[in-house]
């Protein structure tokens, strides 16, 4: 059984940073594309990155990009999500997700090839 669960997310000041963390297992990690999708209040599910399965090549929304780092740890089966320079826009909660294929979809794959994604951690950017 594919499981994905989140972590890492709190509240934390405008400027500030954080790592996300997801630990998978049910599935042979490294073989699959996986992808971080946020939810702001209010509003649909955003896409904001996402990880070839052996971590070689990614990308970001432009929401995003030069700021936050997507990574694979094959060794621990875990994806991560290092943010820098956070904003107010960037509350939500976050998920991470899995792809039933190795190179990450691109365009409007981005969202509807998902798989399956994790309950989610809350991220909040406030002062």
């Known amino acids: 059984q594919v499981q994905l669960v989140e972590s890492g997310g709190t509240l934390v000041q405008p400027g500030g940073h954080l790592r996300l963390s997801c630990e998978t297992a049910?599935?042979?990690?490294?073989?699959?594309?996986l992808s971080w999708i946020r939810q702001a209040p209010g509003k649909g599910l955003e896409w904001i990155s996402a990880v070839d399965g052996n971590g070689a090549r990614a990308t970001y929304a432009d929401s995003v990009k030069d700021r936050f780092v997507i990574s694979v740890d094959l060794a621990k089966k875990t994806l991560h999500l290092r943010m820098n320079n956070l904003k107010s826009d960037d509350t939500g909660v976050y998920y991470c997700?899995?792809?039933?294929?190795?190179?990450?979809?691109?365009?409007?794959?981005?969202?509807?090839?998902?798989?399956?994604r994790g309950p989610g951690t809350q991220v909040t950017v406030s002062s």
């Open positions: 049910g599935f042979k990690f490294g073989n699959y594309a």
């Open positions: 997700a899995k792809y039933r294929r190795f190179d990450r979809p691109l365009g409007v794959g981005a969202l509807s090839e998902v798989e399956l």
